[in-house]
């Protein structure tokens, strides 16, 4: 690796959530949507695809744009379509072929929409419209609700799967009828809501996630469509086990094969983290394993969604085996909100019974190990950023006063730091380092404490008072060697902003 890389690992201005990372020749390429800096709704921006080659996943670049929403013969630009959660499989005429869904869709169907495909020579070149996924009658396929579609070659059979689920759908008729899940059910399919109470009762459903097969064409379906999960939370296998109730599937298809084992990755219920589960088989039996990732660490050691370690909300992401390393790709959210979301990976372990123990939220990411303890660190490559009590926003803006990483003209820092924040880095490798120097303004006054641990013996300290440019404060702390992470707490008044530490 010729520099370090840590997370996020796009450059700051750079927002591309829901990465599906794929090894394409001898780099890594990954598709995701692409929000706005401060935007106010999902999606905001076209489609970019970045990539790095495999042996050097600190040098990543891109071309520019590779499809725009406005490519799409449905695109109405009075609803400002976006293009939601893509993905991109190699057909086997050696093109790449790029499935999408469009948000804001009204069409015969309904607001479901159905799944766009484009076509391009290379991964990440300008991709070119082609057609929608269809019925062998020429239709569109949209029997089920279309949503973050994902794709495998799986040895010459191309794949398809997709889906969503609202989780009120997941309670009884009764509930479900007061909660006028039939009435958005029906607004979402076309149909009526008599005919959507109908089929709850036949045991059917529009949601869920779904498999079939494509023909050469790459658009035609060539199998009926099967659900590869459990709508209802009780009574399966899949939903019963102790490990998997709570988990089941919200959003956020992506499929794998490692051996002769198909891993399908998802967004849960829960909506913070990458679950996956696991089938013999490519479109039935799949049995849940666990979490991968959450962006809030909620899980991981037993760590309930109260002590969350970050603002938490959606994730959507997939895992891939990188020279030889398996990584979980997945964002992160900023800006207060789900609407400025950044990508981030973790190395994982694939056990040798398959199993995928949960990985830790970190700074260092992709680095091949942590990172050097010297130097000087953007303030926002914290992986932990909590005052106590930060809240899980899904779809919204938050209001509330709470530390965040923010943005102002080309800068980007952490703002709101009031009392009680608590800043966590990990890892770092240290060599007898004895100074921190922190980049801070703003309206606070208090202390900021050094610590190796949350709530850990002190290893220095520096008072700090309101300035309305950015200052330095240096802090003498005891020698400190090792692979650690790293934490700083401020306690006072007011609210600080934070841009930068200086180790060394």
Known sequence: MKKQVYNPYLPLN???????????????????????????????????????????????????????????????????????????????DGKYYLYYCLSGYRGKGGYASPIGVAVCD????????????????????????????ALINDNG?????????????????????KDSIDQKEAELSGKPTEHIQSLHRQGDSVFGPIHVTLADDMMTITSEPVRILPLVRTGTPFETSAEGKGHGFFEG????????????????????????ATSDSPDRDFVYGGTIVSNGDIGRN???????????GTTHGGIECINGQWYVFYHRLTHKS????????EKINIEDDGRILQTEITSCGLNDGPLEGTGNYPAVICCNLTNGRMPHTSNQQQTVCIP????????RFIRDISDGTLIGYKYFSFHDLQNITLTVKGTGTGLFEVQNEPNGTVLGQTSVQPSAHWKEYTIPISPLSGIRPLYLTFHGEGLLDLIAIHLG
């Open 302 to 312: 037993g760590r309930k969604p109260e002590d969350r370690l970050n603002i938490t």
């Open 253 to 276: 298809s992506s499929i794998r094969r490692i051996k002769d084992r198909y891993y399908f990755v998802y967004s849960s219920s829960d909506n913070h983290e990458l679950c996956y």
């Open 404 to 411: 965040y990483i923010g943005s102002e003209a080309e800068e």
């Open 122 to 149: 290379t991964p990440d070149g300008r991709y070119e419209y082609l057609g929608t996924v269809k019925n062998p009658d020429g239709t569109p396929f949209m029997k089920y609700i279309n949503f973050d579609p």
């Open 14 to 92: 750079v927002y591309i959530p829901d990465g599906e990372p794929h090894v394409f020749g001898s780099r890594v390429y990954v598709f995701g949507s692409h929000d706005r800096e401060a935007g106010d709704t999902f999606c905001m921006e076209p489609y970019e695809v970045w990539s790095a080659p495999v042996d050097d996943l600190s040098d990543w670049s891109c071309p520019g744009i590779s499809y725009e929403a406005s490519q799409d013969p449905a695109y109405d630009s009075r609803l400002r379509n976006a293009l939601y959660a893509p993905d991109v499989v190699q057909g086997n």
């Open 338 to 345: 789900d609407y400025s979301r950044q990508g981030c990976a």
């Open 157 to 177: 059979v191309i794949r398809l799967y997709s889906g969503t689920w609202y989780p009120m759908a997941e309670l009884d008729e009764e509930t479900r009828r």
